[in-house]
């Protein structure tokens, strides 16, 4: 079965730095979402990306959070300047719209110092 | 404001028996429901969509929809200590984004 794939699956960095999570998605599912969960909370929507546009963004994604697709294939999460309370898992999904299920890369666990 | 509410567990069960996980939703326009297992440190697993009111059965899993009581259970038949994990419910309008519950923690006791 196709994956997700996301890199890196660990990630230290200071606060204030910046940071580029990276996703390959399914190729022929053409819905993009970021979701994050934070250690032993629940996991949390960020944005959806259909189109090359977002398509829906939740208050958690701030003006410190921007998507791209940057080939057409790979898909970014970059956050501008850390802070601590980004610590979490961030969880790259695909889906195919349609009411059909997301299914999600391995995850990338972010530690800010 | 959708929420997606589940109870935390853990549930413990032994080894063989039927487990009975159950979700409530407070969004009515949600459409389409799923459950997810995610193992400690890892991500969420789709186990079973369900979309109209009933039951769909798939292996040893039972999914159960009830969109009158905004109702969605899992049953996990012949449970495996290889269950023990966290289950999540999600709910999702039609087009829109998946919200997820707090997760059930499952204990299956050998």
């Known amino acids: 079965e196709p994956e997700v794939t996301q890199t890196p699956s660990h990630q230290v960095t200071q606060m204030g730095q910046e940071v580029i999570l990276r996703c390959v998605p399914i190729?022929?599912?053409?819905?993009f979402y970021w979701y994050r969960q934070i250690l032993g909370q629940k996991v949390e929507f960020l944005v959806s990306f259909y189109n090359n546009e977002i398509s829906e963004k939740s208050e958690i994604f701030d003006d410190q959070f921007s998507v791209e697709r940057p080939d057409g294939s790979n898909f970014t999460l970059k956050i501008r300047s850390t802070k601590l309370e980004d610590s979490a898992m961030y969880f790259c999904a695909n889906g195919q719209g349609n009411n059909s299920p997301l299914h999600f890369g391995n995850g990338t666990r972010l530690t800010v110092t | 404001q959708k929420e997606v509410e589940q109870n935390s567990g853990p549930l413990s069960v032994p080894e063989g028996a039927i487990a009975s996980l159950n979700c409530t939703y407070s969004d009515r326009v949600s459409q389409s429901f799923f459950w997810y297992r995610q193992y400690s440190g890892k991500s969420p697993e789709l186990i079973m969509s369900i979309y109209s009111n009933g039951d769909k059965e798939d292996g040893r899993f039972t999914a159960q929809l009830n969109k009158a009581s905004q109702y969605v259970s899992l049953l996990i038949r012949d449970s495996q200590p290889s269950d023990s994990a966290t289950y999540l419910c999600?709910?999702?309008?039609?087009?829109?984004?998946?919200?997820f519950g707090p997760g059930t923690r499952l204990s299956v006791l050998p």
């Open positions: 190729s022929n599912h053409l819905y």
């Open positions: 999600a709910a999702s309008p039609y087009g829109q984004n998946f919200v």
